[in-house]
């Protein structure tokens, strides 16, 4: 699959995986200067980089685990949703959950993007549901104790 990206800088840098297996393709900060990020604090990053998602496909915006554990930096929104229909800049908000101030440079790696097919519901109202084993329970009601 290729998806079709466009620089609107030119501190932006194109999407890369780390891996020949990596489901996630880097996203760059193409900000100025650096950022820094106090405890409890959040930022939206500009990656200077927009997209033609082909149709049937979502972006999907997550942590990078080397930053989320190392830094505790991670999108605020926990998962981005780029739809196909969206030409802007991609954007990626990170919300420091350390307790230390957290400095984010021009060109660090600050999220990954996966590219997943997604299926378009049909939703239909009823006065009632089918009946399963679980039921209503839920928020750890199917765990043990």
Known sequence: MKIKFKKLNDRARMPAYGSPYS???DL???EVES??????????????????????????????????????????????????DYRGEIMVCLHNHSKNEQTV??????????????LTAEYEETDTLS????????????GKN
Not at 105 to 118: C, L, S
Request: net charge negative.
């Open 35 to 84: 950022v820094t990020l106090k405890s409890g604090e959040s930022y939206l990053f500009h990656t200077g980089i927009a997209m033609e998602i082909p149709e049937g496909y979502v972006g999907l915006i997550y942590a990078r685990s080397g930053l989320a554990s190392k830094k505790g930096l991670a999108p605020a929104n926990k998962v981005g949703v780029v739809d196909a």
């Open 105 to 118: 440079d021009p060109g660090e790696r600050i999220a990954q993007m996966v590219i997943a097919p997604f």
């Open 23 to 25: 489901a996630g393709a």
């Open 28 to 30: 760059y900060n193409a």
């Open 131 to 142: 009946d399963t084993v679980r039921g209503e329970g839920g928020f750890g009601s199917t």
